[in-house]
Structures are given as C-alpha cells and as structure tokens.
C-alpha cells in the first residue's frame, strides 16, 4: 500500500467508534506502516483524530524506524509549499477534477501546454470538451481542446 492509502484506511478505522478484534489488529500494523513511512507518533495521533494517543502509538510500534521518511517527508513539504502558495483545497479538487476530464478524453497535460504555446494553424483531429466550474459563480466554461493527430 502507498502512503494516501495507508493514510485512507487508518482514517476510516479511526473514525469507528467501535472496532472488531481483526480491525483492531489492521490499525495496528497501518500503525507500523505509517511509522516506517516516516510519520511521528503525534503526527499518527492526529491522523486518528486523538483516537490513540502518540504514548499508545509508541506502545503499539516498539522499535519501529522509518524506512522512507522522505515520503512523508515530501507530502507534508508539498502541503506547506501549496498552503504558503496560496492555494486551497478547492484549487487541488478543481484541477483533479480537470485532471480526470482529460485522462478520459485520452489528452495529457502536456498535450494540453502544448495546444496553448502551439501555432495556430496544425492539422487537429478531434476535438474534445472540457468542462471547468467556477464556484464562487457557478459558471461553466467550456473549452475546446485538440488532440494532435495519430501519427
């Protein structure tokens, strides 16, 4: 399991308000996952929404040291680069939104940067729509996007 999936499971466990003895055991070894991601026990303590305190975590992961801190690492670095950028979570769900829009319009992004620096004038083969909203206005742009020929 990657890291956001490790992250997702221990959330849900976390917000159980009772857990079966096979779910108890899973939050313990996502415990131990997480710590060897390189996540802190006051850090997993706050995932868990207090549920475990870092001493209970601490007691549930003796010995245990990060094999990728750099992982958790670079999540949380990318969080502060994004939150001192200015942008917020909307921002994140917009482009994602976008993202996804294209993936099944079978166009990547660089595709798309380079439909807005190409000429003008190329042989294009099909168009495709993509469709953004505004959520301060709740107006809907469309847009139209070329996709370079097979060739």
């Known amino acids: 399991m990657n890291l956001d999936e490790l992250v997702k499971r221990f959330k849900a466990l976390a917000s159980k308000n009772s857990l079966t003895k096979a779910e108890q055991k899973e939050a313990r070894d996502l415990m131990r996952e997480l710590k060897k991601a390189g996540v802190a026990n006051g850090e997993i303590s706050e995932l868990s929404s207090g549920k475990w305190s870092p001493s209970t975590i601490k007691y549930y992961t003796p010995g245990i040291k990060p094999l990728h801190p750099n992982e958790w690492d670079s999540a949380v670095k990318l969080l502060n680069a994004m939150i001192a950028s200015g942008l ?54 469309r847009r139209r996007i070329y996709q370079k020929p097979l060739a």
Not at 111 to 128: E, K, M, S
């Open 88 to 141: 917020s979570l909307d921002h994140v769900e917009t482009a994602v939104a976008i993202s996804d829009q294209l993936q099944v319009a079978g166009v990547s992004l660089s595709q798309l940067v380079d439909l807005f620096f190409a000429p003008t004038h190329r042989p294009w083969r099909r168009q495709i729509y993509v469709t953004t909203t505004n959520s301060w206005s709740n107006i809907v742009y």
